[in-house]
C-alpha cells in the first residue's frame, strides 16, 4: 500500500515538473541573464553525487585564470554558529566551500537571482558557480554540469518520492555536459552501460569520468596525516551524507578496519549527546580513530572543542575531485562558456 501510495504521489509530482519545465523551454517563465557567465553544478538524482568537490574544483579552475569568481548556494540546512573566536561560521556545503576556496565568497541564498546580483554588485563577482543549480532554472546558465553518480546513477529508476529522480532522466537533453564521479568504485562494463543509457537520451553529450581521490587525515589538533596512515588501523567511521557506502568503501580500499559504522540522514544536524554517543560505541569497539567526512566536520567541530569526549582522536578524511578521463574537453567547454561573457565585461 505504502508502495502504491508512493507512486501515485510521483505522477503528479511527474506532472507538475513536466509543466513547470514545458513553461521554461517555451520561455513562457523568463529567465534572468547576468552580465557574467554562470556556471551551474547539479543533479537529476536526490542526494550526494559528489558536488561540492566539483564546485572547489571549478572554483581552483577559475583562479587559475585569475577570474575572480562567487559560489551560489542555497545553503540547505546550512544553519550557522559561533565559533570560538565569536565569529559566525557556517556548516555543511558552505562551510567546505569557504575551507577550500577562502578567497571565494559563498552567497547563501535560495533566490538565486537575488544571490547572483549580490555577488556581481557587492564582491565584484566576474563568474558565478551554481551549486545545485540544474532545477533552478530562473538564472539563466552560460554551461550546465550534471554529475552523476556511478554507484546509483538514476536513483532506481523513479520519481520522488517513490525513488530518488528530481526530475526524469529525459532532462538530462538540456544539460551541456555530465561529470560522472565515483567511477573508480563500480565496472568498466557498468560505466560503458551508464554511458550508453546517457547517450540513448542525449546522443551529442560529453561524458567526464572522475573519482573522489582521499589526500590527507586532519585531527582535531590539526594534524595532518597522509590517507595510508589508515592502513591496517582500527577505524569507527560515521557520517551524514547522500551516499555513506561509498564513504565507508573509500575507507576500506585505503586499508581500514572498520569496528564500527553509523550513517546519519544526509545534512544531518549533531548534537553533543550524538558525539557522546559516537564515543562510547567506538570505545567499546577497539576503535584507534574516529573518522567522518569533511562535510559532517564542519558541523562537529564546535562540539568537540566544548568537551573532552574520550581518548580516542577524531578526524575527518579530506578528499579532493580528480578527472580521470575528459578533462582536456571539459576545460574547453568551460573556457568556451567564459569567453563571451568574460570579453565583453573587460571592454
Not at 167 to 176: F, H, K, Q, V, Y
Request: aromatic share 8%; hydrophobic share 45%.
Amino acid at each position: 500500500m505504502l508502495r502504491l501510495l508512493l507512486s501515485v504521489v510521483s505522477v503528479f509530482y511527474w506532472i507538475a515538473v513536466g509543466i513547470r519545465n514545458l513553461l521554461f523551454d517555451q520561455k513562457i517563465i523568463k529567465q534572468h541573464k547576468e552580465d557574467v557567465p554562470v556556471l551551474s553544478v547539479g543533479n537529476i538524482t536526490a542526494g550526494g553525487t559528489g558536488k561540492t568537490p566539483l564546485v572547489i574544483w571549478l572554483c581552483n579552475l577559475l583562479k587559475e585564470k585569475n577570474i575572480r569568481c562567487a559560489v551560489l548556494t542555497r545553503g540547505y540546512k546550512a544553519e550557522n554558529f559561533e565559533s570560538l573566536d565569536g565569529q559566525q561560521a557556517f556548516m555543511d556545503e558552505p562551510a567546505v566551500f569557504e575551507q577550500n576556496c577562502p578567497d571565494v565568497p559563498v552567497i547563501i541564498q535560495a533566490d538565486r537571482i537575488a544571490g547572483a546580483i549580490l555577488a556581481v554588485d557587492t564582491y565584484s563577482a566576474k563568474a558565478l558557480i551554481m551549486d545545485d543549480g540544474f532545477q533552478h532554472r530562473k538564472l539563466y546558465r552560460d554551461l550546465d554540469i550534471i554529475t552523476i553518480d556511478a554507484m546509483d546513477p538514476f536513483g532506481s529508476g523513479k520519481l520522488l518520492p517513490a525513488g530518488l529522480l528530481r526530475e526524469p532522466a529525459g532532462s538530462l537533453r538540456r544539460a551541456d555536459i555530465v561529470v560522472m564521479t565515483r567511477c573508480d568504485k563500480v565496472s568498466k562494463e557498468n560505466l560503458e552501460a551508464i554511458a550508453a543509457e546517457i547517450w540513448q537520451i542525449n546522443p551529442d553529450l560529453p561524458i567526464v569520468k572522475s573519482i573522489h581521490q582521499p589526500v590527507s587525515i586532519i585531527y582535531s589538533n590539526t594534524k595532518i596525516a597522509p590517507p595510508d596512515e589508515l592502513n591496517g588501523k582500527n577505524v569507527f567511521a560515521f557520517c551524514g551524507i547522500g551516499n555513506p557506502n561509498a564513504f565507508f568503501e573509500t575507507l576500506k580500499v585505503l586499508g581500514a578496519n572498520l569496528t564500527g559504522c553509523r550513517s546519519f540522514n544526509d545534512h544531518y544536524h549533531y548534537v553533543a549527546e550524538d558525539i557522546n554517543k559516537i564515543a562510547q560505541t567506538a570505545s567499546k569497539s577497539d576503535a584507534k580513530m574516529i573518522l567522518t567526512t569533511e562535510k559532517d566536520w564542519t558541523k562537529i567541530q564546535s562540539l568537540l572543542a566544548a568537551q573532552n569526549l574520550s581518548e580516542i582522536p577524531f578526524a575527518f578524511l579530506k578528499i579532493d575531485m580528480k578527472i580521470i578521463d575528459g578533462e582536456e574537453k571539459f576545460r574547453r567547454l568551460i573556457e568556451n562558456a567564459l569567453a563571451s561573457k568574460i570579453i565583453r565585461s573587460i571592454k
